[in-house]
């Protein structure tokens, strides 16, 4: 009878396991491909014209969405500005996608002069829990500072804020989209 | 008359009843009984560990592995994971010393408590496992020491300064439990600590929503944790409050005589209303609080020595326990008034019926620990020849209550042995009196059909420990082991 109670519990914990552990790496797909469509934007991004631009930053916001993890690109605004981007590449400010995560809303303004991004600015950053404005705070200079740097969305994510990051990330790919940079 | 009372099997055959062996209608009733429980068992022992694999799940389906690629980042993921576990089994401990009637009749209460205090140390060492790696994780994030972003988190965050505060709650619930700290403090002085468990797990509550990303609003796993913990408080405040309060005034019990069964040992007998609810199971313990100056605070555990007996048709009627002056608190119990109003909890255990699981049965008793004996030979089922009794005691003043059992015996048809004198100080493995125990005795001797029957044992721990120890040496299996503890 400990036996099958002993071996009940094994299965029953594996099946739970095994469950939590498929729905976490469904999730972690989609989170990828949302990071593997980001990059590939950022690649077409840069050199091209406005008009390849836009429909790959609108790819990238409909992937997200089909992916269905709570990441939303707002695609009209992007499209929108992207529209205008070709004619604004002498300067002005962007604003990037609202993209929402679990810990909150991110999204970011660039200003760019003469084709250069001179500054980022952070709209609205994740803030759902404390712990969330703590991370916030600490990882929005690191970021914008890596950015201004390599002037591109393809710099490092912040350890322990990956979430963040990510978001800020994006947000700021849809900017540069449409900045048309 | 089919009952013997020898002082030990040399001096004569115990005679066999004249109507043969039980009814067929009787014979394995307790076999399916045994079953259900068993069953019951290993549902409880599947869900406990479904419920912590749940725990661990929830933070793999929000994709924590995918977190944990960074060295800062893998040292939280297991902060994380340990705080879940450790939480986990901090309700699991709950759940057992919640007197839940499905769990306590499964396994019994003292088994409950006996898993209970066996979680307490894993349970702590999850939680403090969850604080420093949760402080050397983030710290590493944010390039802070572990010490600096401890502080960090108890200023900045809200909520957190409560989660301090209750691992400091639990850190001391956890070390007046252990047993080298428990004896060295009066019980009430552990209980009062113990009380702040309750402090502990509120406190820890906030940060768990409000701080942890895994539970944030929306989520899922919020709802799962908040139904797992409202569950949980909910349980403990109907059978741990309500359970108890209702119980005390349905049954308005007041003592009604105490009168001396031997030096120290007195019967008290109380009067009061329902008393037919309390009975049936023989042997089930209660939780007593006599509500007289200077006693209220005292709980005692005993069970009746009697089965309840009615006198009127609404229920009114008499119960009576039978207590020996074991220590600071039930030495005042011996000069009990009249007319002192009584709170009971209860019944609680599986010293009853209810454990059965042959149609034998074989009770073994020491001292004030025969009591118990005393109801459940009054009720539990068998028939004439298939129960026997065995009384140990130094002197025959000390088989408290004695003669009632051995009218009992006489009127169900159960074999009684009285087994007096000291112990052989030479081999303290032997329950049996020196000089039975000289003379080469055995529980087969007996008990032949011992290896067939359910034993119960009660008595002072040592002396019980040995008894079982007997048993199973008599090819008694643990399922067929019923041992009551009174020590506590």
Redesign the interface.
């Known amino acids: 009878?400990r036996i099958?109670?002993?071996v009940?519990?094994?299965l029953?914990?594996?099946g739970?396991?095994l469950?939590?552990?498929q729905?976490?790496?469904h999730?972690?797909d989609t989170?990828?491909a949302i990071a593997a469509a980001a990059t590939g934007n950022q690649a077409s991004g840069t050199g091209t014209t406005g008009s390849s631009g836009a429909a790959s930053s609108e790819s990238a916001a409909s992937s997200a969405t089909t992916g269905g993890s709570g990441t939303t690109g707002n695609s009209g605004a992007t499209g929108a500005s992207g529209a205008a981007g070709a004619a604004a590449k002498a300067g002005g400010t962007y604003d990037g996608d609202v993209v929402q995560t679990?810990?909150g809303t991110v999204q970011v303004q660039i200003t760019v002069k003469a084709g250069q991004v001179t500054d980022v600015t952070a709209l609205k950053l994740t803030d759902?829990?404390?712990?969330?404005v703590?991370i916030s705070n600490?990882a929005a200079p690191v970021l914008r500072d890596e950015v201004l740097q390599a002037q591109s969305a393809d710099v490092q994510t912040v350890?322990?804020?990956?979430v963040t990051s990510d978001a800020y990330l994006t947000s700021l790919q849809a900017a540069l989209d449409a900045a048309n940079l | 008359m089919n009952t013997q009372l020898l002082p030990s099997p040399g001096t004569g055959t115990p005679m066999r009843p004249a109507h043969g062996p039980a009814p067929v209608r009787e014979a394995g009733r307790f076999a399916s009984q045994h079953r259900r429980r068993l069953l019951r068992a290993d549902v409880l022992t599947v869900t406990a560990w479904s419920s912590l694999a749940a725990a661990v799940a929830l933070w793999l389906a929000d994709g924590g592995l995918t977190a944990a690629s960074s060295p800062a980042g893998m040292i939280t993921a297991l902060g994380i994971v340990a705080g879940l576990a450790g939480m986990d089994l901090v309700l699991l401990m709950l759940l057992l010393a919640a007197r839940i009637p499905f769990i306590d009749g499964a396994v019994g209460h003292d088994r409950a408590l006996e898993f209970h205090r066996k979680l307490g140390k894993p349970s702590l060492y999850l939680l403090l496992a969850h604080g420093l790696l949760i402080a050397v994780g983030y710290g590493m994030a944010e390039g802070l020491d572990p010490v600096s972003e401890a502080v960090a988190l108890w200023v900045l965050i809200p909520d957190m300064w409560l989660a301090f505060i209750s691992l400091a709650l639990f850190i001391a619930v956890v070390v007046t439990s252990l047993v080298a700290v428990r004896r060295r403090f009066p019980y009430e002085f552990w209980y009062a600590v113990h009380l702040l468990t309750y402090g502990a797990v509120l406190t820890s509550l906030p940060h768990q929503f409000s701080v942890g990303g895994l539970f944030a609003v929306g989520t899922w796993q919020r709802w799962y944790w908040l139904g797992i913990c409202i569950a949980t408080g909910a349980a403990l405040l109907y059978y741990r409050v309500i359970q108890p309060v209702r119980a005390t005034f349905r049954h308005q019990l007041t003592v009604e005589r105490v009168t001396s069964v031997a030096p120290g040992v007195v019967n008290i007998e109380m009067s009061g209303l329902q008393v037919g609810s309390l009975a049936g199971n023989g042997g089930r313990f209660f939780i007593w609080r006599f509500l007289a100056p200077g006693l209220w605070w005292h709980t005692h555990p005993f069970s009746l020595s009697a089965e309840p007996v009615r006198k009127g048709p609404d229920g009114h009627g008499r119960l009576r326990i039978t207590v020996r002056d074991l220590g600071r608190g039930s030495a005042q119990l011996l000069r009990l008034r009249r007319g002192t109003k009584v709170a009971v909890e209860g019944p609680y255990g599986l010293f009853s019926s209810a454990a059965r699981s042959r149609d034998r049965v074989v009770m073994i008793g020491a001292g004030i620990g025969i009591t118990p004996f005393r109801a459940l030979l009054e009720t539990t089922p068998f028939a004439p020849g298939q129960a026997t009794v065995l009384l140990r005691g130094h002197s025959n003043q000390e088989l408290y209550l004695g003669e009632e059992i051995l009218e009992l015996c006489r009127q169900r048809g159960a074999t009684l042995f009285h087994l007096t004198g000291g112990r052989d100080p030479a081999s303290p493995d032997s329950w049996l009196p020196a000089s039975e125990h000289r003379a080469g005795y055995a529980l087969a001797d007996y008990v032949p059909e011992i290896a067939h029957a359910d034993v119960y044992v009660c008595g002072p721990s040592r002396w019980a420990g040995n008894v079982l120890n007997a048993a199973r040496a008599s090819g008694v299996k643990e399922g067929q082991l019923h041992h009551e503890r009174f020590d506590w």
């Open positions: 009878m099958r109670a002993a009940s519990a094994a029953a914990s594996a739970i396991l469950v939590g552990w729905s976490g790496v999730g972690a989170r990828s679990r810990f759902a829990e404390g712990r969330s703590q600490y350890g322990g804020a990956t």
